[in-house]
């Protein structure tokens, strides 16, 4: 950095996106496999006709849409460039200088760095044993200074999931003053009973997040959205960066809803591939916490860095995450294959330094 810029910059570290290279497996960033339907691919094209204009900054017909699909009045729902960026608006919007907010980790990579970069400060807790959210001790972390708490369900890199009764009790326990963000992107894997659009009800400090990057295919399109109380929709408006849902985003997200009982049909799929791998995982003498998502994850803690550089030099690319543990996106049966020939062959799990129990 420069002179010209925060110092304190130096010390952030960079969003890390998910390996590519051609001719590899990719299975490091929870996408889908399939391209978008031929009728969202149809919409998509009729957009960028109109491509010359501005997109609609309030998303109307966008949200139109979710509010039939969803069940809740329009006034409650807002979209973002993905919901990466509803998180940094979340932070932005509760958070001044030195300010704390608090989440679960190992979680998702991006919420050290919005709350950093929005000048606030990030308070940690640790998963519990079996890499699930230790809500108690995220209501003890709660402070003075704390304005938002994110609870990412299921859990992005674990995979574990909450309940509704968990969730329930701990929405209860947190202060009013104190914003929750219930973070549900693999909400569409989750066969759970927790769904947080039905906590919303009495909860003005609640707020649901939601992308049409995971289970409805658009990743590379850049469109997620908010459910919450109206008044914490308007304040994300206030911090939202003007025109960033494009009209192709839109576009796509609405043929993409209509479309939805196809789309969301493959999440069977994924979910039958995903016990397979996990099953053989285990046979091989894995620890593999149960996932309610589109990934599998294993706490090879201090292999995790030789695991993952192993396993894309046998082609597949997964991620890796410190000396914590490394997630496996749930692809395609050939490409979980190639993982499983990959990870269950004897050299992989001496490297992995786990043994077969039964
Ligand atoms: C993928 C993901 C998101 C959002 O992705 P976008 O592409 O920005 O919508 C949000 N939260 C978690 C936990 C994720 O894994």
Request: glycine letters at 8%; one cysteine or more.
């Amino acid at each position: 950095m420069t002179t010209r810029t925060r110092a304190d910059l130096d010390s952030i570290p960079a969003y890390v996106p998910g390996k590519n290279f051609p001719g590899a497996i990719k299975l490091a960033s929870n996408e889908t496999t399939p391209s978008p339907l031929p009728g969202v691919q149809e919409a998509i094209a009729a957009a960028v006709i109109t491509a010359n204009r501005y997109p609609d900054n309030g998303s109307t017909a966008l949200i139109d849409a979710l509010a039939q699909h969803l069940g809740v009045p329009r006034e409650h729902i807002a979209t973002g460039c993905g919901s990466v960026s509803l998180c940094q608006e979340l932070v932005q919007a509760t958070c001044h200088d030195g300010d704390e907010v608090v989440f679960a980790w190992r979680s998702f990579e991006a919420y050290p760095v919005v709350t950093r970069v929005a000048g606030a400060v990030p308070v940690q807790v640790p998963l519990t044993a079996n890499y699930g959210h230790d809500l108690d001790a995220m209501v003890a972390a709660i402070t003075e200074r704390t304005r938002l708490v994110f609870v990412c369900n299921p859990n992005n890199p674990t995979g574990r999931s909450l309940g509704r009764d968990e969730l329930e009790r701990f929405l209860d326990a947190v202060p009013d003053r104190v914003v929750v963000a219930l973070d549900e992107a693999y909400f569409e894997y989750n066969r759970s009973d927790a769904d947080g659009i039905t906590l919303l009800e009495g909860r003005p400090n609640v707020v649901v997040l939601r992308t049409f990057s995971k289970a409805y295919g658009l990743a590379g399109i850049r469109v997620g959205y908010a459910v919450a109380d109206p008044a914490l929709i308007t304040a994300l408006g206030k911090v939202h960066i003007p025109f960033s849902v494009s009209a192709l985003a839109q576009t796509a997200a609405i043929a993409s809803l209509e479309a939805r009982d196809e789309l969301l049909h493959r999440t069977d799929g994924v979910i039958a591939e995903r016990e397979r791998m996990r099953d053989s995982l285990i046979a091989a003498g894995y620890d593999v916490p149960q996932s309610a998502a589109n990934f599998v994850y294993l706490p090879l803690e201090d292999r995790s860095a030789a695991f993952g550089m192993a396993s894309a030099e046998a082609g597949v690319l997964v991620r890796p995450y410190g000396e914590d543990g490394v997630r496996i996106t749930v692809g395609d049966p050939h490409e979980n294959d190639a993982f499983l020939t990959f990870a269950t062959d004897a050299e992989t799990v001496a490297v992995a330094g786990v043994r077969r129990t039964a």
